[in-house]
């Protein structure tokens, strides 16, 4: 089939279709790439706790900047030498191209893969230490490693929500029971509903053993029970609130409204009229509790004899606030997401985690809120009383670098001097004072704890090379410090996924969508590389305009990331 | 646009010149935030870093669509397209502006959007 206008212009627009509908492809790009922006700058600014500023190692970023440079450059030459009829140099130019793209997603992929295996654990007092989960443990029935991270629980109880409990929680709870005796703690009592006549029923009696099966079985009835009777009770009391309505507003039509004369005139939006209407709805139910269920228990407790039972920390997290329950080894609780709760003794089961950051800005961002001290909140941090040699060496990472921010912050004032009112005119930045990097961990460890000037640091740290993704374990073995932290003590824990917060989500968003067009991308031009040599030898015109097409949005995709680099990796 | 050989020629050279200009101001951007000697405003990031970064940015990302995009000789079509484009994609950044009439969080801070 003839296509029309793909080389030659046509008269009203003065151009070939193909590049007006790239352009307005490139013009849609445009504002989903500027919504993302947009976004970022929405959670930058609202953001409820430290941003993670200059965060990415930027080596990375640099280099891929300039293979992207490089590629716009060279395709922007196999364009050129094809409309000067070199298939040749078209060929070495465009592979060229295509090798920078992958280029660009190795290293994309070799950042992402660091980002990936590198975890922070939050205290409940907002400090934080970023590192490598210790243990790898070895992989459970299902293929998966911990990597040092299980919950490890002895459970005396477990409590089901009946609304809600999720059966291969339970499955898995029920196979690491094994041959353990399960029996049910209290009895469950259900009303059973037949036309007017209610009639109790004890489906679960309190001292009965049953097998997994059985209870299996009976946590089905109960669900069942327990929601046709929240289904019954609200159709009761919509009922009487509807009476309750039909009442009021009988009352107030008629000539003398009695008990509700204060209310003629009144709406039903007014408060004094839903008041009166509450109160008589309560007053109806009562009236007619026979219709009501009352026992709509939403929970099945059931007794374990202790059995020690490990699961994925991604179900659910250890209560918290409960005095009883804040030091490991003691009586405490595992609340499932589905709102199951484990009740025993915790084992152990803190995270193992070779430190290789300790940041305290979250903290000191929270003890400003509340107008506390910010040096002594920081000392009641968990992180520098845990005991054993990795919490030595935390207390004397943190001792050395607060010699080393007074050194910093005296150096900032006498280089850059002070205003009229003494104030100095540069101070250092939260991360440098609150903040102890990987790299000022291998410098203080090759200082031996001695800081004696505050570019012993700089003169010390890693080059860029050996910090190209981030904290090098491999090539700084016994830097960092090897600690377990108790799993009362961890309010959050994750890698650097986009669940760790908004700007990593923001992050992988958009990074990850300009990989995919890079891919996209190299994908076009490899075709034109690939399978262009008969259009090349037939029409050579409509090859040099495709490959224009393509060349476009290969520098758009350089474009974005243009802004990318500075946004994320500098700012 | 160039199409006759010499004027693709003459093209090729000032692609070359181009790269060359993009290479250096990426350097320059990384110097600007890393290096204390060039770090204006306060010492660290602030806003002066944001202003200059995003500058050079913008300056960078003009060059490649005046000159790879080839937007320095084109039809009026496309600046109508890509221009309406560009001014919905700052449209859509400018938005947060709006989250400056939230009188709670901004309560005092901007007195004349908080007391609304």
């Known amino acids: 089939m003839e296509i029309p206008y793909i080389v030659n212009p046509r008269k009203d627009t003065g151009l070939n279709n193909s590049k007006i509908a790239i352009w307005l492809f490139l013009a849609s790009e445009v504002m989903l790439f500027g919504g993302l922006f947009s976004s970022y700058i929405f959670l930058r600014i609202f953001a409820d706790y430290p941003w993670p500023e200059r965060a990415l190692p930027v080596l990375p970023g640099l280099v891929n900047t300039f293979i992207l440079i490089a590629s716009s450059v060279t395709v922007v030459f196999a364009w050129a030498a094809l409309k000067l009829g070199n298939w040749k140099k078209f060929v070495g130019y465009m592979s060229f191209t295509i090798v920078c793209a992958g280029v660009f997603m190795v290293f994309k992929g070799i950042e992402y893969y660091h980002k990936f295996h590198h975890h922070a654990v939050q205290t409940t007092e907002f400090t934080t230490v970023e590192g490598h989960l210790h243990k790898e443990s070895a992989p459970d029935e299902h293929g998966h490693t911990h990597g040092g991270n299980l919950f490890v629980l002895q459970t005396n109880e477990i409590k089901f929500a009946l609304a809600s409990y999720y059966m291969p929680y339970l499955d898995e709870i029920l196979k690491r029971n094994g041959d353990h005796e399960i029996k049910f703690k209290d009895n469950y009592i259900v009303t059973r509903v037949n036309g007017d006549k209610y009639q109790e029923e004890i489906i679960a009696k309190a001292g009965d053993v049953v097998t997994p099966e059985q209870l299996k079985v009976v ?300 891919i996209g991308g190299a994908l076009v031009l490899g075709y034109y590389l690939f399978f262009g040599y008969g259009m090349f030898k037939s029409n050579p015109e409509w090859l040099a305009n495709r490959v224009e097409v393509g060349g476009l949005f290969w520098h758009f995709v350089d474009l974005v990331w243009i802004f990318v680099f500075p946004i994320f990796y500098l700012m | 646009m160039a199409n006759s050989p010499e004027e693709i020629k003459k093209a090729v050279k000032l692609y070359t010149y181009i790269g060359a200009l993009l290479f250096v101001f990426t350097v320059i951007t990384y110097l600007v935030a890393t290096q204390p000697i060039l770090d204006f405003g306060g010492h660290g990031f602030d806003y002066v870093d944001a202003i200059i970064g995003i500058a050079i940015a913008a300056f960078k990302a003009s060059l490649v669509a005046l000159i790879f995009m080839h937007l320095n000789h084109e039809k009026k079509s496309i600046y109508w397209i890509f221009l309406g484009a560009l001014f919905f994609g700052v449209v859509l950044i400018l938005l947060f502006a709006f989250a400056f009439l939230d009188p709670i969080t901004f309560e005092g801070m901007m007195p004349e959007f908080g007391k609304g």
Do not use: C
Not at chain 1, 296 to 323: C, H, M, N, Y
Not at chain 1, 335 to 358: C, F, P, Q, R, W
């Open chain 1, 219 to 518: 946590l089905a009835e109960a669900k069942e029970y327990y929601i046709s009777a929240r289904t019954h009770n609200q159709k009761v009391r919509t009922e009487a609130l509807r009476l309750a309505w039909t009442k009021i507003r009988t009352a107030i039509k008629s000539k003398d409204a009695g008990d509700y004369n204060e209310l003629v005139g009144l709406n039903q939006y007014d408060d004094a009229m839903k008041v009166a209407v509450a109160k008589l709805h309560t007053k109806l139910i009562k009236e007619n509790a026979t219709g009501i269920l009352l026992n709509d228990a939403d929970s099945l407790v059931v007794a374990l004899d202790g059995t020690t039972i490990k699961l994925d920390p991604e179900w659910g997290r250890f209560g918290q606030g409960d005095p009883k329950n804040t030091k490991e080894g003691t009586k405490t609780s595992l609340k499932l997401k589905d709102s199951t709760v484990l009740s025993g003794v915790a084992g152990d089961s803190g995270i193992e985690i070779d430190v290789d950051a300790i940041d305290f800005r979250h903290l000191v961002m929270k003890a400003e809120e509340r107008d506390l001290d910010v040096d002594v909140e920081i000392e009641k941090s968990p992180i520098l009383h845990i005991k054993g040699e990795g919490g030595d060496k935390i207390r004397k990472l943190w001792a050395t670098h607060k010699v080393w921010r007074d050194l910093f912050t005296a150096h900032l004032t006498e280089k850059y001097g002070e205003d009229e009112e003494g104030q100095p005119n540069r101070v250092p930045t939260e991360v440098d004072l609150y903040r102890v990097t990987w790299k000022q961990m291998v410098a203080y460890e090759r200082l031996d704890y001695k800081v004696e000037s505050w570019d012993d640091v700089e003169n010390n740290a890693p080059t860029l090379i050996e910090g190209f993704s981030g904290a090098n374990h491999k090539a700084f073995p016994g830097v960092f410090p090897n600690v377990i932290i108790p799993r009362e003590q961890i309010r959050f824990e994750s890698a650097f996924s986009p669940k760790m917060n908004n700007y990593y989500a923001i992050y992988f968003t958009i990074t990850g969508l300009h990989g995919l067009h890079v």
